[in-house]
């Protein structure tokens, strides 16, 4: 099992992955429609070359034009002209090439979800390589009681995003054999676990990699309006963990109360045995090393403790006291890679997984392995948000959309149901979470800025919007693998 850039920049890859499913219905026609209108659509990351190109020719004609806005932030606010008004800068002239062709190589590196995103990977790499994550999970799913297993799935589907990998190719072909063999509709446990692993993909008790991928666009998009604005990955924790439970619960009562009682009884008179046989229990020494790396993880978070909640702590804020803006909150990718580090190491030097220094590299070095098309996707990415930012395209168009949304009184709560309408509709067709995220957030996350909401609350409408959708688009990468586990069942 890796960790591979699919988790991160590729969730759902181009490409049809099924063609005659389903009854001919009209929702079946409308996905048809959908997965032909997302076909259509080049790689991501062609599709950030194009927008830089984009950027570079829009620039050149609004500022032949000389397109300006009055500038919303107060006299004497940091990067606000002397003349109060926002100019369109063209990067399609001298000038513009310079900036472009000097500033290539640190656009790349000092784009912030590159380095956060390889930092905590390293760590999750260990976890993952030493068969933490996996005996993790199936000791949580196969540990639960006949009563509490529908719950637990989808529980255990919204940790595993974690490593998403891990929930798609592990978790949910486990969860229609647990079903199976409790006498259950095995579509329905691969329903539920399904619900959990990509309906939940924003939902978790624990930071992921995905959260400081985000917020570094997020911060990058805000600082089109306030400069010095920080976001950092913790910023929508507890959103993420409540979201847990509800998603659990309600993934859990549809699974039992609707999806099941649909499906009607199971007929397994041609019961795949070999299905049955590759369940596997967590053995005795996978328990034992579940044991010693939980063990670590419990000494790994006094420790973290001790050093940011008694006041005077050294990660606290060394001038305001305080844990916001603390070296504890701007470190918090330091501290995913220990967690996972640290226990992956300890459960792998007691299951024997990992049995010297070189094992450790090599899980290490396999998790980066596998990052390649984030890399190649994260260059072009940070070029097309210098130059959203350098022409000024983001903010102007940001203060447009600003009098627009109050011209009409769209200014409310209500706003944000348009945005992660939208934002579903755009997941439908663009595959990948980060893509899609570095292409709206210059736009939207100023926008609605100007309009008096947090980056934080936007960068969260989005992941509602990013994920109500995952679970009926038919652009999902891994809709091959779970067809082929439904297959399986499916007598007709």
Not at 139 to 164: D, E, H, K, Q
């Amino acid at each position: 099992m890796s960790v591979n850039s699919g988790d991160i920049t590729n969730k759902k890859a181009s490409g049809p992955q099924h063609s005659d499913i389903g009854a001919n219905g009209w929702f079946v026609r409308f996905l048809n429609v959908v997965e032909r209108l997302g076909n259509l659509l080049p790689h991501p990351i062609t599709l950030f070359a194009l927008f830089c190109v984009a950027v570079i020719i829009i620039s050149g004609i609004a500022g032949y034009f000389e397109l300006t806005v009055v500038d919303p932030r107060p006299m004497g606010s940091h990067g606000r002209s002397a003349d109060g008004f926002i100019h369109v800068v063209s990067l399609m002239n001298a000038e513009g090439l310079r900036m472009i062709v000097s500033n290539l190589v640190t656009n790349f590196t000092g784009f912030t979800p590159l380095g956060t995103v390889l930092v905590a990977l390293l760590g999750v790499g260990i976890a993952e390589r030493s068969g933490l994550l996996s005996a993790a999970m199936r000791a949580l799913v196969m540990g639960a009681s006949r009563r509490l297993v529908t719950v637990t799935i989808v529980f255990a589907g919204i940790l595993s995003n974690t490593a998403a990998e891990l929930g798609y190719v592990v978790l949910i072909p486990m969860a229609a054999m647990i079903f199976h063999s409790l006498g259950r509709h095995p579509l329905a446990g691969l329903a539920a676990a399904f619900a959990g692993v990509s309906g939940g993909y924003s939902a978790n008790l624990l930071l992921g990699t995905v959260d400081p991928l985000l917020s570094g666009i997020t911060e990058a998009a805000a600082r089109m309006i306030d400069p010095q604005y920080n976001v950092g990955p913790e910023v929508n924790w507890y959103f993420m963990f409540v979201s847990t439970f509800v998603i659990t619960f309600l993934g859990a009562f549809v699974t039992e109360k609707i999806v099941e009682p649909k499906l009607g009884k199971y007929q397994d008179d041609d019961a795949d045995e070999t299905v049955l046989q590759s369940m596997e229990n967590v053995s005795a020494i996978e328990i034992r090393g579940l044991k010693w790396a939980g063990l670590s993880m419990l000494v790994l978070t006094v420790i973290l403790a001790l050093s940011v909640v008694p006041e005077g702590a050294p990660l606290r804020h060394p001038e305001t006291g305080l844990i916001s803006g603390s070296p504890f909150l701007k470190g918090i990718v330091a501290f995913i890679f220990i967690c996972f580090a640290i226990p992956g190491f300890i459960y792998g030097k007691v299951v024997g997984s990992i049995k010297n220094d070189k094992d450790v590299i090599n899980a290490m070095s396999h998790s980066m392995s596998t990052m390649g098309m984030y890399i190649v996707l994260v260059f072009f990415a940070a070029q097309f948000v210098a130059f959203f930012n350098w022409s000024n395209l983001g903010a102007v168009l940001a203060v447009l959309g600003a009098d627009g949304l109050q011209s009409i009184g769209l200014t409310g709560p209500i706003v944000f149901l348009f945005f992660i309408v939208l934002c579903g509709f755009i997941n439908l067709m663009l595959g990948s979470a980060s893509a899609q995220w570095a292409i709206t957030a210059p736009i939207f996350v100023p926008m609605l800025m100007l309009v008096g909401y947090a980056p934080e609350t936007i960068q969260a409408a989005y992941r509602i919007g990013d994920s109500v959708t995952n679970l009926i688009t038919p652009m999902m990468s891994y809709f091959g693998l779970i067809l082929a586990v439904a297959c399986r069942y499916q007598k007709t």
